[in-house]
């Protein structure tokens, strides 16, 4: 008989979730780690009788060992958790809830590796702009063994072709994780707006969007957690590395769509055009800043440009960033910045295109940020 996967055995849980817990709600506090990997513990909320439904004002501020996460050294290692947004949580139900937290320093600074303050900053400032973002999040299955999912051992699949949108067994692989991920995030209220499998077998991409401002990080980052949870009750892996595996296979990416209240409004082509050369302009900035080996991925083959030189196009998946063929049409509408890596921090990345085409905000400096961000 074969080893039982890790995880294979959560259909068991089943028996348990639907216990009473005398009123207690479970609220798990998720926080992005000092080298974006996502961590979450769950803490009991007790209230006296019965509480209708948790918000955000019902949570306090927690704290946790940042010495154990790269977030802070062990002779001073309290990292406090401040809870920013609440989802319905998928796996507990009921009226337990997801809790997204900023990290800040006991001082109440914002820790080293937190940019969502920055980045709430930059559209807090230009809200009546009402910035729009999708993100096309491409990832990759990996089993236990680090082994891409399903691929033969010691060789390969047929080469690239079948497996883009694929349908059928030996072109998809896992699309249970998959639909797993998209009843989740639509029932804790993430905007996904859609899924499909990728060019190479076994990486998938999800969308979410559009987010405005600000929401577009929280809500990639716990559609981010909901994947690396569900794959845990199917034993799969999940990598958000730019290029998985070297060769003639595709890597993975975040394109970032975006759109400003004026780029919407008839005529906007031209607001996009003129955003476009402000983004080219800071073309060396973004690229340092969107994604760790993200040089492996921008080759310029595979759908993606080279890194040395920004370009903008109609139409072209071979440009740093399309304007969508409808968008050209109707003169208005979004464009979709095709450099970032699929290990982005969303943050980082929302942020800095915001503080290039729309402004920046006294004292915030994403770029700066990120570069300090990576020094001892
Ligand atoms: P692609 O054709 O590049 O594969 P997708 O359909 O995968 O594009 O993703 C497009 C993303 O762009 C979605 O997340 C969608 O919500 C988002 N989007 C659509 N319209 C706008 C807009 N006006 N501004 C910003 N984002 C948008
Ligand atoms: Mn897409
Ligand atoms: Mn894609
Ligand atoms: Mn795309």
Same mark, same amino acid.
């Given at each position: 008989?074969?080893?039982?996967?890790?995880?294979?055995?959560?259909?068991?849980?089943?028996?348990?979730?639907?216990?009473?817990?005398?009123?207690?709600?479970?609220?798990?506090?998720?926080?992005? &780690?000092?080298? @974006?990997?996502?961590?979450?513990?769950?803490?009991?909320?007790?209230?006296? $009788?019965?509480?209708? +439904?948790? !918000? *955000?004002?019902?949570?306090?501020?927690?704290?946790?060992?940042?010495?154990?996460?790269?977030?802070?050294?062990?002779?001073?290692?309290?990292?406090?958790?401040?809870?920013?947004?609440?989802?319905?949580?998928?796996?507990?139900?009921?009226?337990?809830?997801?809790?997204?937290?900023?990290?800040?320093?006991?001082?109440?600074?914002?820790?080293?590796?937190?940019?969502?303050? &920055?980045?709430? @900053?930059?559209?807090?400032?230009?809200?009546?702009?009402?910035?729009?973002? $999708?993100?096309?999040? +491409?990832? !990759? *299955?990996?089993?236990?063994?680090?082994?891409?999912?399903?691929?033969?051992?010691?060789?390969?699949?047929?080469?690239?072709?079948?497996?883009?949108?694929?349908?059928?067994?030996?072109?998809?692989?896992?699309?249970?994780?998959?639909?797993?991920?998209?009843?989740?995030?639509?029932?804790?209220?993430?905007?996904?707006?859609?899924?499909?499998?990728?060019?190479?077998?076994?990486?998938?991409?999800?969308?979410?969007?559009?987010?405005?401002?600000?929401?577009?990080?929280?809500?990639?980052?716990?559609?981010?957690?909901?994947?690396?949870?569900?794959?845990?009750?199917?034993?799969?892996?999940?990598?958000?590395?730019?290029?998985?595996?070297?060769?003639?296979?595709?890597?993975?990416?975040?394109?970032?769509?975006?759109?400003?209240?004026?780029?919407?409004?008839?005529?906007?082509?031209?607001?996009?055009?003129?955003?476009?050369?402000?983004?080219?302009?800071?073309?060396?900035?973004?690229?340092?800043?969107?994604?760790?080996?993200?040089?492996?991925?921008?080759?310029?083959?595979?759908?993606?440009?080279?890194?040395?030189?920004?370009?903008?196009?109609?139409?072209?998946?071979?440009?740093?960033?399309?304007?969508?063929?409808?968008?050209?049409?109707?003169?208005?509408?979004?464009?979709?910045?095709?450099?970032?890596?699929?290990?982005?921090?969303?943050?980082?990345?929302?942020?800095?295109?915001?503080?290039?085409?729309?402004?920046?905000?006294?004292?915030?400096?994403?770029?700066?940020?990120?570069?300090?961000?990576?020094?001892?």
């Amino acid at each position: 008989m074969e080893a039982l996967v890790p995880g294979s055995q959560t259909s068991s849980l089943l028996r348990y979730l639907d216990l009473p817990t005398n009123g207690a709600v479970i609220a798990e506090y998720v926080w992005i &780690d000092g080298n @974006l990997g996502i961590r979450s513990k769950a803490k009991t909320l007790c209230y006296k $009788g019965e509480i209708e +439904e948790v !918000t *955000l004002k019902d949570l306090p501020i927690w704290n946790f060992d940042g010495s154990s996460t790269g977030q802070a050294p062990g002779d001073n290692s309290d990292i406090l958790l401040k809870p920013v947004s609440i989802y319905k949580d998928p796996f507990r139900r009921g009226k337990h809830v997801i809790v997204l937290a900023e990290c800040l320093n006991n001082d109440g600074t914002p820790n080293k590796y937190n940019f969502r303050h &920055d980045c709430e @900053l930059i559209f807090e400032k230009h809200k009546d702009e009402v910035t729009w973002f $999708g993100i096309e999040q +491409e990832y !990759t *299955l990996l089993d236990q063994f680090n082994h891409i999912y399903g691929w033969p051992k010691g060789g390969f699949p047929e080469p690239q072709g079948p497996y883009y949108c694929g349908v059928g067994t030996g072109k998809v692989n896992c699309r249970d994780i998959v639909d797993a991920h998209y009843f989740a995030c639509l029932y804790a209220g993430i905007n996904i707006s859609g899924v499909n499998a990728e060019v190479m077998p076994s990486q998938w991409e999800f969308q979410v969007g559009p987010c405005v401002g600000i929401e577009m990080g929280d809500q990639l980052t716990i559609a981010r957690y909901f994947l690396h949870r569900i794959a845990e009750d199917f034993g799969v892996k999940v990598t958000f590395h730019p290029k998985p595996l070297k060769g003639d296979w595709n890597g993975a990416g975040c394109h970032t769509n975006v759109s400003t209240a004026s780029m919407r409004a008839e005529g906007g082509l031209k607001v996009i055009e003129a955003a476009l050369e402000k983004l080219g302009a800071r073309h060396a900035q973004h690229i340092e800043a969107y994604g760790e080996d993200n040089h492996e991925r921008l080759t310029g083959r595979h759908e993606t440009a080279s890194m040395e030189k920004f370009s903008y196009g109609v139409a072209n998946r071979g440009a740093s960033v399309r304007i969508p063929r409808s968008v050209a049409l109707e003169n208005k509408g979004y464009f979709e910045d095709r450099r970032p890596a699929s290990n982005i921090d969303p943050y980082v990345v929302t942020g800095l295109i915001g503080e290039s085409i729309l402004g920046f905000v006294d004292g915030v400096d994403m770029y700066k940020k990120y570069v300090d961000s990576k020094k001892e």
